[in-house]
């Protein structure tokens, strides 16, 4: 693996620096679990979009630079470098459109991509169900065929960003009678403001709406928003859980960025001692993450594909991140209460990290089977 960047990444770098300098907020966004923090996030987005900055590794044609996985590794670190705010489109840029590229046709990268390359179109996860979380093939919302479509009834629940968001994509039964449970799936997108689609929220911790249920009587979609083909969705999922856990979602500038912030706060705080060793793993274990995710990308560059190892990213990234703000909070003391707090805000969102993209549990199933070839455990 070599660390090198080439001088045109170096500049490719810098100009993403100059234009975050000139355009990052000068003042914090509301929360975007708030209907206005929402509302600020998404026009942030949309300024993002409009230089061509919000999806730097898609290809130009639906928005993006073309710049490939390097240079959005690049472009990250000096992201979250600079306090930019975080990302409201994430679900649909991160997960729905890797597939899309992936198992989409022309037609529905054209149609769906660039709207939310500019943050007109926000979407939201809907996969987990009531007693079908990780166990994602025993879900039981269902798709009928009709004219012309489908006709989508059932519940998903802990649905991130369906409490605001304008479109869901998820999985849905259209084939019951098939012998194994994540057979005769079909992967949907559909729209969270369509007759017979109610969206409750669920308060977090703090009371703000992180996400929601999603219930469906009923809802009509057309067949040009079946993802892959009709029965195919267990395949095509996977593909997505693959860039949940993977690179995309959390990219080690973040953790860069947010272990820096920890050891300036430690120096701005006198030094505790009893959190010194605490914030020096923090560090270290930015910095490692950042040099694994570079050697996967090297590896992915290369050909090879991601397959079981994103399960180990999932893990890693997961609890370290639990693990950072709790330090920052034991720092801060009743300093770190104010829920409104950046640090309180991040540490009530990392706490679902462990059990979203499929729970650690799971990962570590997969990771003794998989990539160690332990036996395979008690179910």
Not at 286 to 308: C, H, I, K, N
Request: a negative charge; charged letters at 25%.
């Amino acid at each position: 693996m070599d660390l090198t960047h080439s001088p045109a990444d170096e500049a490719f770098r810098a100009e993403a620096r100059t234009w975050l300098g000139a355009h990052v907020p000068a003042r914090p966004l509301p929360s975007l679990e708030t209907a206005e923090g929402f509302a600020a996030h998404r026009a942030w987005e949309a300024e993002l979009g409009a230089d061509r900055w919000s999806v730097v590794s898609w290809p130009a044609a639906y928005g993006g630079r073309d710049c490939g996985l390097v240079r959005w590794l690049l472009f990250e670190e000096e992201y979250y470098a600079a306090g930019a705010p975080g990302r409201v489109g994430q679900n649909g840029v991160s997960l729905l459109a890797p597939t899309l590229l992936v198992h989409g046709t022309e037609e529905q990268r054209v149609r769906i991509l660039p709207p939310m390359a500019r943050g007109e179109v926000v979407w939201a996860q809907a996969w987990s169900e009531p007693e079908a979380g990780s166990d994602l093939a025993s879900l039981r919302s269902r798709a009928v065929r009709t004219d012309g479509g489908w006709l989508l009834s059932g519940q998903k629940t802990w649905s991130s960003r369906a409490a605001f968001a304008d479109r869901a994509f998820g999985l849905f039964r259209s084939e019951p009678d098939m012998p194994k449970p994540h057979q005769g799936l079909t992967y949907l997108m559909f729209d969270l403001r369509a007759p017979g689609v109610t969206v409750r929220p669920i308060g977090r911790l703090d009371g703000k709406p992180a996400f929601a249920e999603i219930f469906l009587d009923e809802v009509f979609v057309p067949d040009e928003d079946v993802i892959g083909g009709p029965g195919r969705g267990w395949r095509i999922a996977m593909s997505t859980a693959g860039d949940e856990r993977g690179l995309t979602l959390r990219s080690p500038g973040r953790f860069l960025a947010s272990a820096d912030r920890l050891a300036a706060l430690w120096h701005g705080r006198g030094r505790d001692p009893f959190t010194r060793d605490r914030v020096a793993d923090a560090v270290i274990g930015a910095r490692a993450y950042q040099l694994f995710t570079y050697a996967a990308a090297s590896r992915f560059l290369d050909g090879e594909a991601l397959g079981p190892e994103s399960s180990l990213n999932k893990v890693f990234w997961s609890e370290y991140d639990v693990a950072l703000h709790e330090t920052a909070l034991d720092l801060l003391g009743a300093d770190g209460e104010p829920a409104d707090g950046d640090w309180a805000e991040g540490y009530l969102f990392s706490l679902a990290g462990p059990i979203y993209a499929g729970t650690n549990e799971i990962q570590r199933d997969i990771i003794a089977e998989r990539l160690l070839g332990l036996p395979r455990g008690r179910r």
